[in-house]
Nanobody, 115 residues
Framework: QVQLVESGGGLVQPGGSLRLSCVAS????????LAWYRQPLGTNQRDAVA????????IYRESVKGRFTISADNAKGTLYLQMNDLKPEDSAVYYC????????WGEGTLVTVSS
């Protein structure tokens, strides 16, 4: 059973940075795509933020381009999301998602951007 565990969320002021991590039990090398999604509190809307597709290309949501960077470390079995110049509208629960035989989701980590 694949388990994804996110960490790194928290409260940060506008303009600040956070790095999210997602550790996959059994590693990440067998997954076809890796992604971060987010869901603002009080909504049912989960949107893709950044995705690494087959071949290693990264795709970003327009609103985070130039501020967020997705990366993966196969040796550590970990997916990262470096978030810089955070804005209040980035506040959400962030989920890592990995696609293999099916999609796997972590439990989420809360990011709050507020002064």
């Amino acid at each position: 059973q694949v388990q994804l565990v996110e960490s790194g969320g928290g409260l940060v002021q506008p303009g600040g940075s956070l790095r999210l991590s997602c550790v996959a039990s059994g590693g990440i090398s067998n997954f076809g795509a890796l992604a971060w999604y987010r869901q603002p509190l009080g909504t049912n809307q989960r949107d893709a933020v950044a995705t690494i597709v087959s071949g290693g290309r990264a795709i970003y949501r327009e609103s985070v381009k130039g501020r967020f960077t997705i990366s993966a470390d196969n040796a550590k079995g970990t997916l990262y999301l470096q978030m810089n110049d955070l804005k209040p509208e980035d506040s959400a629960v962030y989920y890592c998602v990995m696609w293999g035989d099916r999609d796997y989701w972590g439990e989420g980590t809360l990011v709050t951007v507020s002064s």
